[in-house]
């Protein structure tokens, strides 16, 4: 009897556990069709046997991969879509009836993604407002080296402000009750009014603020820091203080006017897209937190009275190093006369132009508009260029097929490019890559007779170069550039290189 119940007892458990086996494989089964609907799953042409094996470690991996959570693995939910914002994922499941229709108003959401710490969100808000909207994609790679100095730049010009203007109250006399309030605010006035009528003046500058912008906008600053020495000049001698606050005011204001003009093209520079606007608004969000920043150190240090010349001193060489790195870190694409010279000697010396940031690392900042020492002249008038009318019936014939003569004086030792009243915009870079090419020549040959000519000083002391002796160089010029100009352009526009001939600023005299 013990062995038959055993035996009964036995198959029993053997039954039971077979239809266990058949309900979780029937299950299983069922679990995984669902999940091969519900999400999407399919064998690309041929059918695959799922079983508890294989329908396991695909809700394991769905589960790991953030696409299943619990609420999915209810067979009345299906996934509609994901959607990413800023690194953050979401899920968008809804629910269907017994019928398998979806229910209405059943959509869910469930985030995939952990909450930030309080010290990622506060990250996160201040890049929406220092930083362009897709960054660093959305900008150029010198942007953040140009803002880190810009910002660092107006830290110390916030902190000179509060120095220069607590100088200039002082000295007015609202500190000491020294005069009346009326006459505070009429020199006031007048120092502002003064101020406006130097910008005035100085925008009809404007096309210069184009092809030399970055020696303009680092003059700016220099303008900008003269003012504010002149302004705390007024400390010392404050009987002086009307014709001191108006000089300073207007150099001030020139340099705010080459800082507005030359802003647009910076920014235009470092935007990919369309998106200049945006480039602009966080460029001078990120430039007024650093000036507040300044501002509110300063106010603190000023309490403590410091030395007024050390402080200067320092904030004054913090700004100007800040304001030179900025305007070198800058990277533009355009070829203006200092760009242009660059890449001109690169190609004849190595044979190859050099790249972006080459050739703005090369460019001399120091190198103003209003300086008259430039060894070429664009557009000269014909009076500046010869003043012996053989020197142009020699060397005429040689340019009878160009719109331009190129020609040199050795006693101005410059280079002087005419232009005929058919000239066109290529014909100006061409005369002006033939004006660097004979430059090339004729110091080349220099360097080379220097030895020579140093030995004949001696018995020919009276005797001075003319242009006829230059009409080899000329020549030999015309047979390089008329083989080589093509390849130059071709070699600058591989290195992402954008030549205009408004940016080399030609004179606007013409032969006819």
Same mark, same amino acid.
């Given at each position: 009897?013990?062995?038959?119940?055993?035996?009964?007892?036995?198959?029993?458990?053997?039954? +039971?556990?077979?239809?266990?086996?058949?309900?979780?494989?029937?299950?299983?089964?069922?679990?995984?069709?669902?999940? =091969?609907?519900?999400?999407?799953?399919?064998?690309?042409?041929?059918?695959?046997?799922?079983?508890?094996?294989?329908?396991?470690?695909?809700?394991?991996?769905?589960?790991?991969?953030? +696409?299943?959570?619990?609420?999915?693995?209810?067979?009345?939910?299906?996934?509609?879509?994901?959607?990413?914002?800023?690194?953050?994922?979401?899920?968008?499941?809804?629910?269907?009836?017994?019928?398998?229709?979806?229910?209405?108003?059943?959509?869910?959401?469930?985030?995939?993604?952990?909450?930030?710490?309080?010290?990622?969100?506060?990250?996160?808000?201040?890049?929406?407002?220092?930083?362009?909207?897709?960054?660093?994609?959305?900008?150029?790679?010198?942007?953040?080296?140009?803002?880190?100095?810009?910002?660092?730049?107006?830290?110390?010009?916030?902190?000179?402000?509060?120095? $220069?203007?607590?100088?200039?109250?002082?000295?007015?006399?609202?500190?000491?009750?020294?005069?009346?309030?009326?006459?505070? =605010? !009429?020199?006031?006035?007048?120092?502002?009014? =003064?101020?406006?009528?130097?910008?005035?003046?100085?925008?009809?500058?404007?096309?210069?603020?184009?092809?030399?912008?970055?020696?303009?906008?680092?003059?700016?600053?220099?303008?900008?820091? +003269?003012?504010?020495?002149?302004? +705390?000049?007024?400390?010392?001698?404050?009987?002086?203080?009307?014709?001191? %606050?108006?000089?300073?005011?207007?150099?001030?204001?020139?340099?705010?006017? $080459?800082?507005?003009?030359?802003?647009?093209?910076?920014?235009?520079?470092?935007?990919?897209?369309?998106? !200049?606007?945006?480039? $602009?608004?966080?460029?001078?969000?990120? #430039?007024?937190?650093?000036?507040?920043?300044?501002?509110?150190?300063? !106010?603190?240090?000023?309490?403590?009275?410091?030395?007024?010349?050390?402080?200067?001193?320092?904030?004054?060489?913090?700004?100007?190093?800040?304001?030179?790195?900025?305007?070198?870190?800058?990277?533009?694409? $355009?070829?203006?006369?200092?760009?242009?010279?660059? %890449?001109?000697?690169?190609?004849?010396?190595?044979?190859?132009?050099?790249?972006?940031?080459?050739?703005?690392?090369?460019?001399?900042?120091?190198?103003?508009?209003?300086?008259?020492?430039?060894?070429?002249?664009?557009?000269?008038?014909?009076?500046?260029?010869?003043?012996?009318?053989?020197?142009?019936?020699? !060397?005429?014939?040689?340019?009878?097929?160009?719109?331009?003569?190129?020609?040199?004086?050795?006693?101005?030792?410059?280079?002087?490019?005419?232009?005929?009243?058919?000239?066109?915009?290529?014909?100006?870079?061409?005369?002006?890559?033939?004006?660097?090419?004979?430059?090339?020549?004729?110091?080349?040959?220099?360097?080379?007779?220097?030895?020579?000519?140093?030995?004949?000083?001696?018995?020919?002391?009276?005797?001075?170069?003319?242009?006829?002796?230059?009409?080899?160089?000329? #020549?030999?010029?015309?047979?390089?550039?008329?083989?080589?100009?093509?390849?130059?352009?071709?070699?600058?526009?591989?290195?992402?290189?954008?030549?205009?001939?408004?940016?080399?600023?030609?004179?606007?005299?013409?032969?006819?």
């Amino acid at each position: 009897m013990k062995k038959s119940a055993n035996s009964n007892a036995t198959a029993t458990a053997q039954s +039971l556990t077979s239809q266990e086996s058949h309900f979780l494989v029937r299950e299983t089964l069922r679990i995984s069709a669902n999940l =091969a609907s519900n999400v999407g799953v399919s064998s690309s042409g041929s059918s695959r046997s799922m079983n508890d094996g294989a329908a396991i470690p695909l809700m394991d991996e769905n589960r790991r991969m953030g +696409l299943l959570g619990d609420e999915f693995l209810e067979s009345s939910s299906k996934l509609i879509c994901c959607e990413e914002i800023d690194g953050r994922r979401w899920m968008y499941m809804a629910e269907k009836d017994p019928f398998g229709n979806f229910k209405n108003n059943s959509i869910r959401t469930l985030s995939l993604h952990t909450p930030q710490t309080p010290l990622d969100e506060l990250m996160s808000f201040v890049r929406s407002y220092v930083v362009p909207e897709g960054f660093p994609d959305s900008v150029t790679p010198s942007y953040v080296p140009y803002m880190t100095w810009r910002a660092l730049k107006y830290f110390f010009g916030g902190a000179m402000s509060v120095f $220069t203007t607590k100088t200039l109250l002082s000295s007015v006399g609202v500190s000491r009750n020294r005069t009346t309030p009326a006459a505070v =605010a !009429i020199n006031w006035i007048l120092k502002d009014g =003064a101020g406006r009528f130097g910008k005035m003046l100085f925008s009809r500058q404007g096309k210069k603020f184009d092809y030399d912008l970055k020696q303009l906008r680092f003059a700016g600053d220099l303008l900008m820091e +003269l003012g504010a020495g002149v302004e +705390l000049a007024t400390a010392a001698v404050p009987h002086l203080f009307l014709p001191l %606050a108006c000089a300073a005011n207007l150099a001030k204001n020139v340099s705010a006017v $080459t800082s507005t003009s030359t802003r647009t093209p910076i920014y235009k520079a470092f935007a990919k897209g369309e998106n !200049i606007g945006d480039v $602009t608004a966080k460029g001078e969000c990120v #430039a007024n937190i650093a000036d507040l920043l300044g501002t509110g150190l300063s !106010i603190m240090i000023s309490k403590r009275n410091p030395s007024l010349v050390t402080t200067f001193a320092l904030l004054s060489c913090g700004y100007l190093f800040s304001s030179y790195t900025e305007v070198r870190s800058l990277v533009l694409n $355009t070829l203006n006369r200092a760009r242009f010279s660059v %890449a001109v000697d690169s190609f004849l010396k190595t044979g190859k132009v050099p790249s972006l940031q080459e050739g703005n690392m090369q460019e001399n900042i120091f190198s103003f508009p209003w300086l008259k020492d430039r060894p070429v002249i664009l557009g000269s008038r014909f009076k500046d260029a010869f003043q012996d009318p053989g020197a142009y019936l020699a !060397i005429e014939p040689l340019f009878e097929k160009e719109k331009y003569i190129v020609t040199y004086d050795p006693l101005k030792e410059k280079v002087y490019a005419l232009f005929k009243d058919q000239a066109k915009s290529d014909d100006i870079l061409k005369a002006a890559f033939h004006a660097h090419v004979l430059l090339h020549f004729i110091r080349s040959s220099n360097n080379s007779q220097s030895s020579s000519r140093s030995q004949q000083e001696h018995g020919h002391s009276n005797l001075m170069p003319t242009t006829a002796d230059f009409e080899p160089h000329i #020549a030999d010029s015309c047979k390089m550039v008329s083989t080589s100009f093509g390849l130059f352009k071709n070699k600058a526009a591989e290195q992402g290189w954008r030549m205009s001939d408004s940016l080399l600023n030609p004179g606007r005299a013409r032969l006819c």
